[in-house]
C-alpha cells in the first residue's frame, strides 16, 4: 500500500504544454516520485490583443516513501 501527497502549484509558459512542464520540472527539484499532474485551472494573459503567457493552475500527486 502507498500513500500520495498532493501539492498545488502555479507555473506559466509561453504555451500551455510549456507551463505544464516547467511546473513538473521545478517541483521535481524537491519532490520525488512525481505520478501525476492535474491542471485545474488555465489562465492566457493578453496584450495588444494577443496572447503572450498561459498561466496554469495544478496539482502535483507523488508517492511518499517512508
Do not use: C, P
Not at 500500500?1 to 504544454?17: A, D, H, Q
Amino acid at each position: 500500500m502507498s500513500i500520495v501527497k498532493v501539492i498545488e502549484v502555479i507555473s506559466e509558459g509561453k504555451t500551455i504544454e510549456e507551463a505544464i512542464q516547467y511546473a513538473v520540472h521545478e517541483a521535481s527539484k524537491t519532490v520525488k516520485d512525481i505520478k501525476q499532474v492535474d491542471v485545474d485551472h488555465i489562465h492566457a494573459k493578453v496584450e495588444n490583443g494577443h496572447i503572450t503567457k498561459y498561466r496554469i493552475d495544478a496539482r502535483i500527486s507523488f508517492v511518499v516513501h517512508r
